[in-house]
């Protein structure tokens, strides 16, 4: 059974920065692609950035461009989400994915999810 683990959500002031991680586990890491999405209340859930499985390719969404950064640590079975000059737009609930395949902007491209971590952006 593949496990997902999310960390690091919270409540941060407009222009402050969180570092999300989430955890691997049931499954060889670094064979997977990983993805980080999020879903606002009444929207649907969203692309933010997936890297490939040797963390040397990376893509964002252009909402997040220059501001996230995401990068991986297949020793620690771990993916992070660096979130700097956050915005009250960035509030979310903030999922990782895994796919043993590609890197990928597509949610349904994505077997594994994890519970989900809330970030909140006051103003």
């Known amino acids: 059974q593949v496990q997902l683990v999310e960390s690091g959500g919270g409540l941060v002031q407009a222009g402050g920065s969180l570092r999300l991680s989430c955890t691997v586990s049931g499954r060889t890491f670094s064979t997977n692609a990983m993805g980080w999405f999020r879903q606002a209340p009444g929207k649907e859930r969203e692309f933010v950035a997936t890297?490939?499985?040797?963390?040397?390719?990376?893509a964002y969404a252009d909402s997040v461009k220059g501001r996230f950064t995401i990068s991986r640590d297949n020793a620690k079975n771990t993916v992070y989400l660096q979130m700097n000059s956050l915005k009250p737009e960035d509030t979310a609930v903030y999922y990782c994915?895994?796919?043993?395949?590609?890197?990928?902007?597509?949610?349904?491209?994505?077997?594994?999810w994890g519970q989900g971590t809330q970030v909140t952006v006051s103003s």
């Open positions: 994915a895994a796919r043993p395949s590609y890197y990928s902007d597509r949610t349904d491209a994505y077997s594994y």
């Open positions: 890297i490939n499985r040797g963390g040397g390719s990376t």
